[in-house]
């Protein structure tokens, strides 16, 4: 992927990874049906299918949504995932989490809210 000024930029395969590398900058929507692991920087929203990690350093303005997110570098925006948010000891949140898991390790900065939707047993519906 290369830098770019209000291109969309289409993210291929879900059974692969692509990777957004360190110096590397985007402004725009990325989308797309793989995972992606972020290195570099993004203003703009992120849709993936798969797994989305935001590395120790990287930084993303804007809302993220995929499969599970993982945050170790600096992210302002919101958090929509299908399934486990991660924010690592290293990550500066500024924006609202929603997963069916969400957690948090010790360290991390976060200001917003945490949605978690999860489905509770069968014992505890009565």
């Known amino acids: ?72 570098g600096e992210l302002s925006g919101d958090v929509a995932a299908r399934s486990a948010v991660v924010v690592r000891a290293t990550a500066k949140v500024h924006g609202n989490l929603g997963g069916s898991e969400v957690s948090l390790e010790e360290g991390a900065s976060f200001e917003g809210k945490i949605e978690a939707r999860f489905e509770l047993p069968a014992e505890l519906m009565r």
């Open 1 to 72: 992927m290369a830098a770019g000024t209000g291109a969309s930029t289409n993210v291929e395969d879900e059974g692969t990874e692509s990777v957004l590398g360190r110096g590397t900058r985007v402004r725009g929507r990325i989308r797309g049906d793989g995972h992606l692991r972020v290195e570099g920087a993004i203003e703009g929203d992120v849709a993936v299918s798969g797994d989305l990690s935001i590395e120790e350093g990287a930084t993303i303005k804007g809302n993220v949504q995929a499969e599970s997110v993982s945050v170790g």
